[in-house]
């Protein structure tokens, strides 16, 4: 069975940062592109990054470049994105993803599994 779990989501201050992780299991970890969305109250669930099996490539939403970083730890089955300068509009439940798609597919939401989500809310 497969299970991606999201944790490290809270209550932060604008300008602050947070790391949210994704322990994964029940499938081949290193052979599976992984990435993060994003469901804001009242709007539709949004891409916010993705990243290859290897760690090389990675693709981020114009809204998140150059404060977020996604990250993955193939031995530890785990994902990761390092949220920094964070405002309110980032405001939303996180949800880790996993898909075997091209990397285009996947940012386009077409990935085979998705968590339960973890709340980040930033406060002005």
């Known amino acids: 069975q497969v299970q991606l779990v999201e944790s490290g989501g809270g209550l932060v201050q604008a300008g602050g940062s947070l790391r949210l992780s994704c322990a994964v299991s029940?499938?081949?970890?290193?052979?599976?592109?992984m990435g993060w969305f994003r469901q804001a109250p009242g709007k539709e669930r949004e891409f916010v990054a993705v990243i290859s099996t290897s760690g090389v490539l990675r693709s981020y939403a114009n809204s998140v470049k150059g404060r977020f970083t996604i990250s993955r730890d193939n031995a530890k089955n785990t994902l990761y994105l390092q949220m920094n300068s964070l405002k309110s509009e980032d405001t939303a439940v996180y949800y880790c993803?996993?898909?075997?798609?091209?990397?285009?597919?996947?940012?386009?939401?077409?990935?085979?599994?998705w968590g339960k989500g973890t709340l980040v809310t930033v406060s002005s």
């Open positions: 993803a996993a898909g075997t798609d091209t990397l285009s597919r996947l940012i386009g939401g077409g990935m085979d599994y």
């Open positions: 029940g499938l081949t970890f290193s052979a599976t592109g």
